[in-house]
């Protein structure tokens, strides 16, 4: 293997494994700290909400976090620390409102609430426009931190968990594919 392949085989196994599987292991914590609480009727999660649109190919909408409660339904969108400014504010807000009234469809008669909680979100930040658009049009942004205080726990250890988890997967790919664990750690000083 020549050097571009062996950092191009580290980057994709540390990519998938800590950045995309560390958000999803991150939004399995969030999901089970909700349940946990107690504080809603049910809490599911990947829940799928069918989008009735004939002039759309996209069939369902997976929610990742939903919460039903006797009058309400609080739809949760986890995000990551990265983001994406190639989106359009507009396309966004369109999307999220398209989620919107399928849930309405799925669930008549119950006020409706779909919000995004976004890593490190920082109402100040200009880098994060389309996240501000959407707060001030219905679709209501929180800090993960902030927002998963109201349900008593310890941000910084939900965090160490999935680190901990994120960790210990990527580890298992590398090891899968011929690399030695404790050399790769003895290089870094």
């Known amino acids: 293997m020549n050097k571009y392949d062996l950092l191009r085989a580290i980057a994709r196994i540390t990519h998938a494994n800590i950045n995309i599987k560390g958000g999803n292991y991150f939004q399995d914590e969030i999901f ?4 946990d609480s107690k504080k809603h009727g049910s809490v599911t999660q990947e829940h ?9 190919k996209r069939k369902h ?5 939903l919460c039903v409660d006797t009058d309400s339904i609080i739809a949760i969108n986890s995000k990551g620390k990265s983001f994406n400014n190639t989106k359009s504010e507009d396309s966004e807000l369109a999307e999220y409102q398209w989620y919107v009234s399928a849930l309405e469809k799925q669930y008549p008669g119950k006020k409706i609430s779909y919000i995004i909680l976004k890593d490190e979100y920082d109402p100040k930040d200009s880098r994060m426009n389309v996240y501000h658009y959407l707060n001030q049009n219905g679709i209501k942004v929180y800090n993960t931190e ?7 726990v310890d941000f910084v250890e939900l965090d160490r968990r999935r680190q901990e988890r994120c960790v210990v997967e990527c580890e298992k790919f590398l090891a ?3 690399f030695n664990i404790e050399k790769l ?3 870094y000083n």
């Not at 089970?32 to 349940?35: H, N, S």
């Not at 799928?48 to 759309?56: A, G, I, S, T």
């Not at 909408?61 to 976090?65: A, G, R």
Request: proline residues 10%; without cysteine.
């Open 32 to 35: 089970e700290v909700i349940r």
């Open 48 to 56: 799928p909400v069918p989008l009735r649109n004939p002039k759309k």
């Open 61 to 65: 909408h997976y929610v990742d976090i």
């Open 146 to 152: 902030e927002y998963v205080n109201n349900y008593g």
């Open 176 to 178: 899968k594919e011929g």
């Open 185 to 187: 750690y003895e290089t």
